[in-house]
T-cell receptor
Framework: AQSVSQHNHHVILSEAASLELGCNYS??????LFWYVQYPGQHLQLLLK??????LVKGIKGFEAEFIKSKFSFNLRKPSVQWSDTAEYFC????????????FGTGTRLLVSP | DGGITQSPKYLFRKEGQNVTLSCEQN?????MYWYRQDPGQGLRLIYY???????QKGDIAEGYSVSREKKESFPLTVTSAQKNPTAFYLC???????????FGQGTRLTVV
């Protein structure tokens, strides 16, 4: 079955620490990849997306992600986190299986302490 | 303003009753999705639809039903067959092909 795996369920960092959140998917066909963020009490919003081209994509708020096709991975990174990055982060994949299916990972809760 | 509207924000129902959650979008998107969000389980796909009058079961469709009679609307019915219906439900839409999904504010359903 197609799935999206996020390795870390909870991450606690101090401000200015570097962040890397893992995301792997299991599907051999065409995919589009996303990272969404959900701040406390707010809607899900898009951080960044990969459709094609340069596998290193930059998003909002200093986030970036790298698509490594051979590893089926799309890890999210930020060199220096801030307290305001405290949120839940979701990796998502559009699978083209004849239908357009958008599948999410289980999410990673990030807590950044001041 | 363009966007997705889910209503109501909070919904209470007695066990054994069917309940329908509304999702409307004015983004002219073809694809629409319903998810259930539970703590520690992320967003799990219930149903999705690419075009009017067509929809597919997601990963946890049992106990739910949908319709897509209009492009703008994708209501979700939580039936009495759903064993654990209390949850936060999110609706989303996107254009065909590569494109980000936009989300509604969600409906928190509590069954007592």
């Amino acid at each position: 079955a197609q799935s999206v795996s996020q390795h870390n369920h909870h991450v606690i960092l101090s401000e200015a620490a570097s962040l890397e959140l893992g995301c792997n998917y299991s599907y051999g066909g065409t995919v589009n990849l996303f990272w969404y963020v959900q701040y406390p009490g707010q809607h899900l919003q898009l951080l960044l997306k990969y459709f094609s081209g340069d596998p290193l994509v930059k998003g909002i708020k200093g986030f970036e992600a790298e698509f490594i096709k051979s590893k089926f991975s799309f890890n999210l990174r930020k060199p220096s986190v801030q307290w305001s990055d405290t949120a839940e982060y979701f990796c998502a994949v559009i699978l083209y299986t004849g239908f357009q299916k958008l599948v999410f990972g289980t999410g990673t809760r990030l807590l950044v302490s001041p | 303003d363009g966007g997705i509207t889910q209503s109501p924000k909070y919904l209470f129902r007695k066990e054994g009753q069917n309940v329908t959650l509304s999702c409307e979008q004015n983004l002219n998107h073809d694809a629409m999705y319903w998810y259930r969000q539970d703590p520690g389980q992320g967003l799990r796909l219930i149903y999705y639809s690419q075009i009017v009058n067509d929809f597919q079961k997601g990963d946890i469709a049992e106990g739910y039903s949908v319709s897509r009679e209009k492009k703008e609307s994708f209501p979700l019915t939580v039936t009495s067959a759903q064993k654990n219906p209390t949850a936060f439900y999110l609706c989303a839409s996107s254009s065909q092909g590569p494109g980000e999904a936009f989300f509604g504010q969600g409906t928190r359903l509590t069954v007592v």
